[in-house]
């Protein structure tokens, strides 16, 4: 079966500073990787996804790149805010079956 | 668009009582709903995928009959914890995939389940 792997688990960054959460999966023909980020006590949201046809794909502060070969892919957050801390899940599916990451834990100092 | 809730947001329960959780979608049909379990800073743990009008698919591990599922309509499914203990207290989490051909998920607002 498919095996997430994220990191970091924890990362903190100044306010307006970047923040990069990397991913790898194990199964080539996952074909959809979405990021979510849950808030304390709330569901997770969908915030960016990107499809194996695709290698980037941006919106506004957020974008997520895909290497397919290497079998990973990034959320890059740009110009951070304080309202961008929460816990951020990585995913890779194929079909309805979804395999999610262990999360990582933002903070953003301000 | 792709709105799902979920209903109560948070319940608290004698233990040996039963306790129905329900997930819809509010926007549009979802031909698929998962159940996830979520424990204290760890990630989703899928519980069963429900199909509408079909039996749910239970994860290993995880008990048909103490976790029923019904997925009776194409926005609708409850999950029925049934003669609930402490150690079932947790945080349930339903999501929807919609009927168009997306393979999206689409999460609900989670449902805080405390079993006394």
């Known amino acids: 079966g498919e095996n997430v792997e994220q990191h970091p688990s924890t990362l903190s960054v100044q306010e307006g500073d970047s923040a990069v959460i990397k991913c790898t999966y194990s199964?080539?023909?996952?074909?959809?990787f979405p990021w979510y980020k849950q808030e304390l006590g709330k569901g997770p949201q969908l915030i960016i996804d990107i499809r194996s046809n695709v290698g980037e794909k941006k919106d506004q502060r957020i974008a997520v790149t895909l290497n397919k070969t290497a079998k990973h892919f990034s959320l890059h957050i740009t110009e951070t805010q304080p309202e961008d801390s929460a816990v951020y899940f990585c995913?890779?599916?194929?079909?309805?079956?979804?395999?999610f990451g262990t999360g990582t834990s933002l903070t953003v100092i301000p | 668009g792709a709105v799902v809730s979920q209903h109560p947001s948070r319940v608290i329960c004698k233990s040996g009582t039963s306790v129905k959780i329900e997930c819809r979608s509010l926007?549009?049909?979802?031909?698929?709903m998962f159940w996830y379990r979520q424990f204290p800073k760890q990630s989703l743990m899928l519980m069963a995928t429900?199909?509408?009008?079909?039996?749910?698919?239970?994860e290993q591990g995880v008990e048909k009959d103490k976790f029923l599922i019904n997925h009776a309509s194409l926005t609708l499914s409850t999950l029925t914890v049934t003669s609930a203990h402490p150690e079932d207290s947790s945080f349930y989490i339903c999501?929807?995939?919609?009927?168009?051909?997306?393979?999206?998920?689409?999460f609900g607002p989670g449902t805080r389940l405390t079993v006394l």
């Open positions: 999501s929807a995939v919609g009927s168009g051909g997306t393979d999206t998920q689409y």
């Open positions: 429900s199909n509408e009008g079909s039996k749910a698919t239970y």
């Open positions: 995913a890779a599916s194929r079909g309805n079956q979804f395999y």
């Open positions: 926007d549009f049909q979802a031909t698929t």
């Open positions: 199964d080539s023909a996952s074909n959809y």
